[in-house]
């Protein structure tokens, strides 16, 4: 059993090197990102503490909780795109016949699939999260202990699963639709809107549909209001740790769902 955890680590971690090696080989474009999501995300933060600023509170959420909840959703956000932006381009794995090579190998479809792009561009969605993310830690006062720090870890852990989970969901329907078409841009409007602002300002049907049916909210939403102390929470156990279990949940489902899918791949001409 360790033997093969191990030669699966080793494959992961040498696929890992391979996929970073080729994405250095254009260190300007590695910059441009830098720059371009720095931009972007710190523009949307402004746009945030602007509307907060203007109406005082959204969903009786202050300025300061916004910046933790903020940082914390790029944060996911930066990991499931490092990890899972592959999942992006499954349609056209499936249409072009791309799975025939992972099906030549002893090894897992997905997991060869997972790890054979690691997307070190990715990481440059984490830059402008860190950034909001420690502003939002010293805005609330924070305190830094192992709770808290375990508590982020596991709700950073969720969320990034949840997040790819939704993504390989989307993906894996391409086995039966037989179309390149995705998901994509919907899914990260969801992502954004759910994760990045307080789900209070939403109506009570909404509120429900992304905490137990499509469950979103737990990619920030619950775990940051746990963290921070807010009122409201009556479930004696750690949000962050539900939002993990709901996320390992998602990706078992998830992954569950790309298997049988692959009884329907027709490799290419599909």
């Known amino acids: 059993m360790w033997k093969k955890i191990k ?5 992961a971690a040498a696929l890992t090197r391979l996929a970073i090696q080729s994405q250095m080989e254009y260190p300007f474009m590695l910059i441009g990102h830098v720059l371009a999501n720095c931009v972007q995300w710190v523009v949307g933060f402004a746009t945030i503490k602007f509307v907060v600023d203007s ?8 300025y300061e909780s916004m910046a933790f909840l903020y940082g914390m959703s790029v944060l996911s956000h930066g990991l499931v795109v490092v ?16 799975y025939d090579m992972f099906l030549l190998r002893p090894m897992g479809v997905l997991f060869q699939f ?10 440059t969605d984490m830059i402008p999260g860190l950034m909001v993310f420690f502003y939002g830690c010293a805005k609330v006062h924070l305190t830094v202990n192992f709770a808290n720090t375990a508590m982020i870890l596991f709700t950073l ?12 969901f989307c993906g894996s329907l391409s086995f039966w639709t037989k179309s390149t ?7 990260g409007e969801l992502f954004e809107r759910v994760s990045m602002y307080p ?8 509120q429900v549909l992304f905490t137990f049916f499509l469950p979103l909210a737990w990619i920030t939403f619950y775990p940051v209001k746990d963290i921070l102390g807010m009122e409201g929470s009556v479930i004696p156990v750690p949000m962050a740790v539900i939002s993990l279990g709901v996320g390992v949940v998602m990706f078992a489902l998830s992954c569950g769902l ?13």
């Open 7 to 11: 030669y699966y680590v080793s494959v």
């Open 199 to 206: 789900l209070t300002i939403y109506p009570k049907w909404t």
């Open 114 to 123: 997972l790890f054979e792009d690691f997307n070190l561009i990715g990481i």
């Open 55 to 62: 109406f005082g509170s959204l969903g009786g959420w202050g």
């Open 157 to 168: 852990t969720g969320a990034t699963l949840i997040r790819g989970a939704v993504w390989i």
């Open 181 to 187: 078409a995705n998901f994509t841009d919907m899914v």
């Open 83 to 98: 990890f899972f932006i592959q999942t992006w381009y499954m349609p056209y794995c499936v249409i072009e016949g791309e």
């Open 258 to 270: 790309f298997r049988v899918g692959m009884y329907r791949y027709e490799s290419a001409g599909s």
